[in-house]
């Protein structure tokens, strides 16, 4: 059993869809209890394997046993780099799944068995490529987890969302389409679609030279930035997260960018190599100045939204620029940073997100003004997004502050100053954003002009606005989200150590060792 | 090391007020209860840190060592002479300002009372984390908690004014901790006391490799990024602050948050620059004077400022910026004597200071007056305000009898041994500024001209039966808070003691 675990992650949540999607036409409420028990058990099988990976090293898993000598296998390989992204997937998956309880029929009323069918195939197709090991299934999972998108976005009862998901499925679509025709010219030159194969052929054949191994290189790369929204490739997402049903807009944006940055990385360390990337090609201080211009537009562009989730919206765009940023400086620190930073900010943008859509509901408005009095009105749901907001700010000890403190480390050590400059400054911009969002909960939007006197003794009998929490199934996953960034920020010792099992310590690539299924564990 | 303890008794400290937010929230309709949990929590406090100043007295150190944060950096409690000093100064000073607080939001009707007591118990644990930090890091997280803490309880009135002093409040400690002292504490990670675990413990962890400009920078980013020290350019969320009720800016405008700012300089001087390396004899940088030049010109403007000031908080806040940057001048003088007289007048301007503000917020709940010019002949009817300001004053002046002699007469013989003279000039100045804006006030309560009095007033006479003092437990903390400062210049023995402990080993003869 245990040794089946990689596939197990997978096909419980594509069965569950494939089941939904039969008893789903006769009884709707399926969907909810089978989401949620089929996410559970891939987030269990998910924390097994991380902790099978992390005592005893990498696992390969060769779909239907057909291994690598028969040349047609597909590999699914788990260190504890996709490992750790995996549980992250599955806790996000599982805690969105959780908050869609009462939310799903309320804003796609008449089609939530398709909207439970398509999120479980989106779960899949987002932990599918975080384990796979192939670039030709990765690109067939891509598109499972895109195709699902594109679907839920649409599915929400706005026009704009509607609008918004066309111009998603266009964008999405050429990002794919690049990522499709680098994989064919690494298929050219090598003969293989096993990442680590294709990277033993590069090294063995001395293919580094190769233009086709260039045109590839870029072609990927340029699909995944589509994916991850990356700047100035940013367009679809903005309007494509903030008009989407609130459930949707939760799971795809923590989880969507961040998957991408993590296929990033594998790409250009497992397929190309450290060497390859950082040495020969010698692009880091050109797209480490993209990911400035990134991270200081993404907060500007934040700083000018009336609508709340719109402003987190650009700010995933910034976040994104510290992810690449982080990944290209080329250094240890900023490498792990940036892994560290995949996982705690798809928690605190699922905390932020989950919120928003808390908040959405019960005012009818995505506008921050109208935001007035939740200090008092919802002080659990408003504590648990200041905590997603302190996160985002970098204040310790939620995990924002560590993962900065990693990609600042590696951003002086490389003499990035330009990056170091650009991360503070969006921490400055998020405190703004922010604490302009808490004055308004805190105030209301026009505070009074007199003092805040009341009449009683100060007791607190009269209490002027009655507390009216949301209700348990939407804020149980947000409390939990809120406990898990302080834990990760506790505990990011844990970690980063797990992360180093895979990138050691000073190094900034992925030793073939560890890839090749199996090594000794450390 | 041989004379460090291992000790749970620094977390339970620091816990105590963090878990006494919770009987508060549980007592929120049970005034007496409430009150009586926030008091229980300030005396167990102080039990808890004076159990441990017999340890710390006798030269040895309490750790309590929790886990790591990141490699290398544990989260951990490390309470030396410097530390202990300023826990008890806070520890002990919580008590009076809760019964002080209970008078004055009583007095006054305050709304959410609730959200600000426990919001004052959540500060006060903040405080004590930063006392006790063992290492940058935890230093910096309790600093940051602090910040935030406060927030709600300065912006308590909810109106704009409140709002926009609460912008500004959090928009430069917030702000210069992230864009300075951040950055300068990755920067010290990196430049080599990664390995060392940042931690305070043998004085200093930079090399003399940073280069004098290096040395700098880095030094000015500590001590504009910890900018509840109030240095200028950074100051004027201090007088913003001011919008808070009286008890916050009594305990922590004048004590606790303040003080932090410049205990974590002094920190950064003595446990991570090192003193020798800010000095200029052997191996030294010689940078220390340069932040010892931008303390001066604090001293000088924000005396002149506070001048021109006819509103008694935002005075007391002018005057607490220029004495906060006393202590950052001792600090970067780095001579026995001048560290001795910082830290000595961390305890001193606590005692005096909050006398200060206790006296305005009593003078506000007896009369609604906040302007010194309505207060004359005020002291007829409130002599023991009144009097209790002018104990309070001469402390801060450092005029015999009070604590204030003592800690600035160790700065003066401080500023000499490093042979600074201009700035032996800088403290005479500043102290005749003192006298100039504290003074007056005392004066024209007690002996008021007639064109000083409202149309038709005359200069009332004293007669007991005028007596009309503010509630009885606004009076006696601020009359405790004045002796304590008297008190302090005939028996500061113990308190001298803790300092040499803390400066002696800094200072191998």
Known sequence: MAEHLPVIVLLVPLFAALINALAGSADERVGFPLTVAALTASLASAVVLLLHVVAEGPISYFLGGWDQISGIGIELRIDTLNGLVLVTVAAVGLLTAIYSCQRVPEDTPGRVANFYTLYLLLCTGLMGMTVTADAFNLFVLIEIASLTSYGLIAMGSSKRGTYAAFNYIIMGTIGASFYLLGVGYLYIATGTLDMSDIHATIITEGLSDSPSILVAFVLITIGVWIKMAFFPLYGWLPNAYTFAPSTTSAILAPLMTKVSIYVMIRIMLTVFGSEYVFEQLGWSRLIVALATIAIVAGSVLALAQKKLKKMLCYLIVAEVGYMVGGVWLADHNGLVGSVYHIISDAFMTLCLFLAAGIFFRRLGSHYIDELGGMFSKMPVTMAAFAVGALAMIGIPPTCGFFSKWYLIQGGIASGHWEYVVALLFSSLVNAVLFFRIFEVALFGSKPAEGHGHSDDHGNDHAEPVKIDEARPATLIPLVATAAIIILLGVFNGKIIDIIQLTIPAGSIEIPAGTMSGHAAPK | ?509
């Open chain 2, 1 to 509: 090391m041989e004379n460090e303890v291992h000790s749970w008794v620094p977390l339970l400290a620091f816990l105590t007020p963090l878990l006494a937010v919770l009987p508060i929230l549980i007592f929120r309709r049970e005034t007496m209860l409430r009150d009586g949990s926030t008091i229980a929590a300030g005396i167990v406090m102080l039990c808890l840190v004076v159990s441990m100043l017999g340890d710390v007295s006798a030269g040895k150190i309490i750790t309590c060592h929790l886990f790591d944060l990141v490699p290398n950096v544990p989260l951990e409690f490390r309470i030396d002479g410097l530390g202990m000093l300023f826990a008890l100064v806070a520890s002990f000073l919580w008590i009076p300002t809760s019964f002080y607080g209970f008078g004055y939001m009583r007095g006054l009707k305050e709304h959410s009372q609730t959200r600000f007591f426990a919001f004052f118990a959540v500060s006060l644990s903040a405080t004590i984390g930063v006392a006790f930090a063992g290492n940058l890091l935890t230093m910096y997280l309790f600093y940051e908690m602090l910040s935030l803490a406060t927030f709600p309880l300065v912006t308590h009135h909810q109106d704009k004014e409140a709002r926009s002093g609460g912008r500004t409040y959090l928009s430069h400690l917030l702000g210069t901790s992230v864009a300075f002292a951040l950055p300068a504490l990755i920067w010290c990670y990196v430049a080599g006391g990664g390995a060392d675990g940042m931690n305070f413990s043998d004085g200093g962890f930079l090399s003399a490799d940073l280069g004098p400009t290096g040395g700098v920078v880095l030094l000015l980013l500590f001590a504009f990024g910890f900018s509840k020290a109030g240095m200028m350019p950074f100051h004027s969320w201090l007088p913003g602050a001011m919008v808070a009720p009286t008890p916050v800016s009594a305990l922590l405008h004048a004590v606790a948050v303040v003080k932090v700012g410049v205990f974590c300089v002094l920190r950064v001087v003595t446990g991570v620059f090192g003193v020798d390396l800010l000095g200029r004899g052997e191996g030294g940088l010689d940078i220390g004077i340069t932040l010892a030049w931008v303390a001066a010109f604090t001293v000088i403007v924000s005396s002149l400022i506070a001048l021109t000031q006819d509103n008694l908080k935002r005075r007391l806040a002018f005057s607490t910026i220029g004495q906060l940057s006393y202590i950052i001048l001792g600090a970067a003088l780095a001579t026995k004597l001048s560290v001795s007289g910082s830290m000595l007048h961390i305890a001193a301007h606590a005692v005096g200071k909050i006398t200060l503000f206790y006296c305005a917020g009593a003078i506000f709940v007896a009369t609604g007056k906040k302007y010194i010019s309505q207060m004359s002949g005020l002291g007829k009817t409130m002599p023991f305000t009144f009097g209790a300001f002018f104990l309070g004053s001469l402390s801060v002046i450092g005029l015999p009898p009070t604590f204030g002699l003592i800690s600035k007469f160790h700065l003066v013989m401080g500023t000499a041994e490093a042979g600074e003279k201009v700035l032996l000039v800088v403290f005479l100045v500043s102290t005749i500024l003192n006298a100039a804006y504290f003074l007056p006030i005392v004066f024209r309560a007690f002996f008021p001209k007639n064109d000083q009095l409202p149309d038709g007033e005359t200069a009332p006479k004293f007669s007991w039966s005028a007596v009309r003092e503010a509630p009885l437990m606004c009076v006696v903390p601020l009359a405790l808070t004045a002796f304590l400062s008297v008190f302090l210049f005939f028996g500061s023995g113990f308190l001298r003691e803790l300092v040499a402990t803390f400066v002696d080993p800094l200072f191998p003869k």
